[in-house]
């Protein structure tokens, strides 16, 4: 059974940092590529970032430079740090399993708030 379980989500005042960390199980971790999807109230849902299976990362321009995606294939668990948070980065994120062309596998979502 695959599950992804998204944990590290909270309310933070602007500037501050959170990490998420999202657990993965059910499924060979180290082959897919892993990632980071947010959405918004009354907004689609967007990419914020991506890891291949072999390392290499991608960004939304919104996101870049503050950011920073990340995987522990022994710990079967991908990592997003986000520092200088601001309002707009608030939305509930997602994580994302991807091995192509099958479907992907979403988590449930944590809930990221960004307000003084």
């Known amino acids: 059974q695959v599950q992804l379980v998204e944990s590290g989500g909270g309310r933070v005042q602007p500037g501050g940092s959170l990490r998420l960390s999202c657990a993965a199980s059910g499924f060979i971790f180290s082959r897919y590529d892993m990632g980071w999807y947010r959405q918004a109230p009354g907004k689609q849902r967007e990419l914020v970032a991506t890891?291949?299976?072999?390392?290499?990362?991608n960004y939304a321009d919104s996101v870049k430079g503050r950011f920073t995606i990340s995987r522990d294939n022994a710990k079967n668990t991908v990592y997003l740090q986000m520092d200088t948070l601001k309002p707009e980065d608030t939305a509930v994120y997602y994580c994302?399993?991807?091995?192509?062309?099958?479907?992907?596998?979403w988590g449930q979502g944590t809930q990221v708030t960004v307000s003084s």
């Open positions: 890891v291949t299976s072999g390392g290499a990362t």
């Open positions: 994302n399993a991807r091995y192509r062309p099958y479907s992907p596998y």
